[in-house]
């Protein structure tokens, strides 16, 4: 079956979507990247969604979720590299994600994760 | 339905030259060809004729819609066009088939002068014919024209929201005039591509060019504020004139933890200082 990779660097997990999303796939990842972080207990997570130009309201609750749940689980969440067109697509399905940080690219996203982790 | 006669189109055919004359004489004496060039008009006056001939040789059909028709709609089109460039109006541009009626029907009533009934129903197909392709040449124009009506106002909505670079990793938006739903919409699309072109940190939007903030217009903001935030992006509004302060408290809008500032240089001021950049005065 097909997996999106959860990476890991150090204390912080790596996720990298590379392929168009669908609701399999993400629930997925969802329970996979839970596991992974009760296993490896992961301080922070990355996402990186600058290849993804395809969103709809499903795969927007999803990255809400994944945010949520990784927050309750002691890691912190930053989304990486969205792409204009899903930017405007989220803001007009009404889904801001509140509460999820964001950053341009890759490597603010890990600056900023650390900032976070060491405010934590 | 009847036709016209081989005898009529062999006195088009005939008398081209001279009907071609007095067409472009009584084109000119209408006005109808201010703006265009006189080898121009000559040019496609003759092409008309040409084809009109042609397509009536080829017998048959009245119906402009037939293909045998096809070289003179397109000669048509093209000419609509370019007048509608120029600036022409509607009528001006269907003089140019109306003008050929008079000199047509002179020639007409000289062929026919022995046969009264043969003359009026050769003039009534004669009109008909022409008529139709003048309302195909309105209806031509007409497309034209609002083709360049569409290019004008899609141009002035790129125009009108140009993204500035203040600094390294701040850009800047002014705004200027009404915010509705098509234009925030390019605006936010110019916006977020070039924050992901340029990789910018911040951006400012300065909404001093916007005479009035009501609801909806605010709720337009906060999209394109949020859209920069899921992108990474920071954004601070600026530009907030008293009364629309005053206006945004009164309709009790939440700028939900919006960063709004005054004027411009706040804004940068801001910015430089997020960016850990400092100014000094040097002496």
Excluded at chain 2, 235 to 245: D, K, L
Excluded at chain 2, 254 to 265: E, S
Aim: charged share 20%; net charge negative; proline share 2%.
């Amino acid at each position: 079956m097909e997996r999106i990779p959860i990476l890991q660097m150090g204390e912080f997990l790596l996720v990298t979507i590379q392929v168009d999303m669908h609701d399999q796939l993400a629930l997925t990842l969802q329970d996979d990247l839970s596991e992974r972080i009760n296993r490896t207990s992961a301080r922070g997570v990355l996402i990186d969604i600058s290849a993804l130009d395809m969103v709809d309201s499903f795969i927007g609750r999803m990255i809400g979720t994944i945010s949520g749940l990784s927050r309750i689980m002691d890691a912190q969440t930053v989304l990486v590299g969205m792409q204009p067109a899903v930017a405007i697509t989220l803001v007009e399905l009404g889904m801001t994600l509140p509460g999820v940080a964001t950053a341009l690219n890759v490597e603010r996203g890990m600056k900023l994760l650390r900032e976070r982790v060491e405010n934590s | 339905m009847a036709t016209l006669h081989a005898t009529t189109v062999q006195a088009l055919q005939s008398n081209k030259l001279s009907l071609l004359t007095t067409w472009i004489e009584s084109l000119e004496a209408s006005g109808a060809t201010r703006n265009v060039k006189e080898a121009d008009l000559k040019q496609q006056a003759n092409d008309f004729l040409n084809t009109l001939i042609a397509a009536l040789e080829q017998g048959g059909s009245q119906n402009v819609n037939h293909e045998n028709w096809a070289e003179t709609r397109v000669l048509l089109e093209k000419l609509s066009h370019s007048r509608a460039l120029v600036g022409q109006d509607s009528q001006q541009t269907a003089s140019f088939i109306f003008a050929l009626k008079g000199p047509l029907f002179a020639l007409l009533q000289r062929e026919y002068a022995e046969q009264p009934a043969q003359l009026a129903e050769q003039l009534w197909e004669i009109s008909e014919l022409l008529d139709a392709l003048g309302m195909h040449t309105i209806r031509t124009f007409q497309k034209s024209r609002e083709l360049v009506i569409k290019r004008q106002q899609e141009e002035l909505l790129e125009l009108s929201t140009p993204v500035v670079k203040l600094w390294d990793g701040v850009l800047a938006l002014p705004m200027i005039g009404t915010l509705d739903s098509q234009r925030t919409q390019v605006v936010m699309e110019s916006l977020l591509q070039r924050i992901v072109d340029t990789g910018a940190e911040i951006a400012i939007i300065d909404i001093t060019g916007v005479p009035t903030v009501d609801t909806l217009v605010a709720q337009h903001l906060l999209k394109t504020v949020t859209a920069i935030r899921l992108m990474g992006a920071d954004c601070i509004i600026s530009g907030v004139r008293p009364q629309i302060a005053q206006t945004i408290v009164h309709l009790g809008l939440d700028l939900q933890g919006v960063v709004t500032k005054a004027n411009l240089a706040d804004a940068l001021a801001l910015s430089l200082k997020r960016l850990g950049v400092t100014v000094t005065k040097a002496v």
